[in-house]
């Protein structure tokens, strides 16, 4: 071996050159893939250079195939890595590719695995929110992408229905989710439709932008007076006339979002801050 030249393999995997060599292309494309999109080497020795193994060389290889198919870089990392039968919890990077490449069907693939495997509360918090996050912060630098932002959203709004249908009775609506007048993201009140359903309790959805005193009608239609659930996402949409409108019709009253961080709630209003506790406060009978 030529002298400073580095070994192309060893009893443990294949050097990032040897890899580079064997697929044809170059060794920075395959660190740049790794960085951004963990599609390579995951095991590291102290002071030695990480390692490819068969595996790795595999989905890379599947990687390469769909990229001179046509797929974007982003896309091929991303159906690769939905090919695996169990999601590792929280790898939200695949999904934001899947997402930016306007892939919907890995989109899709990515989330019912992870729902499947981890049920809509860890979904949303671990996978869904991380994923939005990094759509805001790339927003916040300058980068066009409302249409990523818009196609996720959808994406999650079908998975969750797909993995959690109403209940049965579905007349039986323990809650009502609304969002206030003038509020527009409904999103989070899916995940927590979705998470009340995966313990059979039912919930009316009455989605964005909801004038006050429809809200009030729903409640009183019958003599059950469920929960009632108010989303803001911004102070402008923090109505608390609607929370006493609720109050008035004798319910139960909740609020989620940002937008009440700054509202001064009556004493009968309670906060909901993460998914799984609005889950299991919802959930618990009045009194309890």
């Known amino acids: 071996m030529p002298a400073g030249q580095a070994p192309l393999s060893d009893a443990a995997g294949y050097t990032v050159r040897a890899v580079a060599d ?10 740049s893939w790794n960085r951004r999109y963990a599609i390579g080497p995951t095991q590291h020795r102290p002071g030695r250079h990480r390692l490819y193994t068969a595996s790795d060389i595999a989905a890379l290889e599947q990687m390469l195939s769909l990229i001179r198919a046509g797929a974007s870089p982003a896309g091929a990392a991303a159906a690769v890595t939905a090919t695996s039968p169990t999601p590792a919890l ?27 495997a981890y049920g809509v509360v860890d979904t949303w918090d671990l996978l869904c929110r991380p994923a939005f996050a990094a759509v805001v912060t790339r927003q916040l630098g300058g980068e066009s992408c409302i249409d990523v932002e818009h196609l996720l959203s959808w994406s999650i709004t079908v998975a969750l229905h797909r993995h959690t249908p109403a209940p049965v009775p579905a007349d039986n609506h323990a809650v009502v989710l609304a969002c206030t007048s003038g509020e527009t993201h409904a999103l989070p009140l899916e995940a927590l439709r979705a998470g009340l359903a995966e ?11 909801v004038p006050t005193d429809a809200v009030a009608a729903a409640l009183t239609r019958n003599d059950r007076r469920p929960d009632a659930v ?53 959930t618990t009978p009045r009194g309890s």
């Open 22 to 31: 064997r697929l044809g292309i170059p060794t920075a494309t395959l660190r």
């Open 90 to 116: 929280g790898e939200w990077e695949p999904l934001l590719n899947a997402a930016f490449a306007l892939d919907t069907r890995t989109t899709s693939a990515l989330l019912t695995a992870h729902l499947q």
């Open 199 to 209: 313990r059979n309790v039912g919930a009316l959805m009455l989605g964005a932008d």
């Open 230 to 282: 108010l989303w803001s996402q911004q102070e402008s949409t923090a109505l608390t006339s609607a929370v006493r409108a609720c109050h008035v019709a004798g319910s139960r009253i909740f609020v989620g979002g940002p937008g009440w961080d700054s509202a001064i709630l009556p004493e009968f209003a309670y906060r909901l801050d993460k998914l799984g506790e609005a889950v299991d406060r919802i």
